[in-house]
T-cell receptor, first 115, second 118 residues
Framework: KAGVTQTPRYLIKTRGQQVTLSCSPI?????VSWYQQTPGQGLQFLFE???????NKGNFPGRFSGRQFSNSRSEMNVSTLELGDSALYLC??????????????FGPGTRLTVL | AQKITQTQPGMFVQEKEAVTLDCTYD???????LFWYKQPSSGEMIFLIY??????QNATEGRYSLNFQKARKSANLVISASQLGDSAMYFC???????????????FGKGTRLSVIA
């Protein structure tokens, strides 16, 4: 069974641009969560999607948005990029939000650099 | 208030020795889960071990074991027989179980960088 895949793995953008990151969950998994990891703030929850609906949202500005498609693939978008958005963006999947507590599998991440 | 505290920014251990990575947590919920993840320089978060709040026995997975002390709200990771490949960042995380609405997102500690010395 293939794991969680994220594309692209690396991305370089300039301030003011926008970016879209993609996450494909494990086959059969319908819940996708996104996390941002920076040296200063550590790992922080961005949002969670299930059945194409956002279930949870972390404390991030509206420039950060996401969506989920009917095949459970998810995208997150960051508009008007700032230098502080440089981070590793991790995606995690689970069967459903009410899955066993121990079911959350991470992808390899997308490393975004904003110049 | 910080929910997960990892007080050791960095640790060194000799190859083949055991090492304990500390984690304390804060919750008022009765139902929660504690996790440890390993993150090598490649960036991927690798799940190591899980402990549920109602589990009576400490979790073990191969060379990894979790020293769960519920009254002290601590969930320390013990790695036995350290290997050079164990050098990485280690994160403790927690999620809480909400009645009827699933699990909360994972909340992570700041991590501990473990370096295994030959």
């Amino acid at each position: 069974k293939a794991g969680v895949t994220q594309t692209p793995r690396y991305l370089i953008k300039t301030r003011g641009q926008q970016v879209t990151l993609s996450c494909s969950p494990i086959s059969g998994h319908r819940s996708v969560s996104w996390y941002q990891q920076t040296p200063g703030q550590g790992l922080q929850f961005l949002f969670e999607y299930f059945s194409e609906t956002q279930r949870n949202k972390g404390n991030f500005p509206g420039r950060f948005s996401g969506r989920q498609f009917s095949n459970s693939r998810s995208e997150m978008n960051v508009s008007t990029l700032e230098l502080g958005d440089s981070a590793l963006y991790l995606c995690a999947s689970s069967l459903v939000p009410t899955s066993g507590m121990n079911e959350q599998f991470f992808g390899p991440g997308t490393r975004l650099t904003v110049l | 208030a910080q929910k997960i505290t990892q007080t050791q920014p960095g640790m060194f251990v000799q190859e083949k020795e055991a090492v304990t990575l500390d984690c304390t947590y804060d919750t008022s919920d009765q139902s929660y889960g504690l996790f440890w993840y390993k993150q090598p320089s490649s960036g991927e978060m690798i799940f190591l071990i899980y402990q549920g709040s109602y589990d009576e026995q400490n979790a073990t997975e191969g060379r990894y074991s979790l020293n769960f002390q519920k009254a002290r709200k601590s969930a320390n990771l013990v790695i036995s027989a350290s290997q050079l490949g164990d050098s990485a960042m280690y994160f403790c995380a927690m999620r809480e179980r909400l009645r009827n609405s699933g699990n909360t997102p994972l909340v992570f500690g700041k991590g501990t960088r473990l370096s295994v010395i030959a």
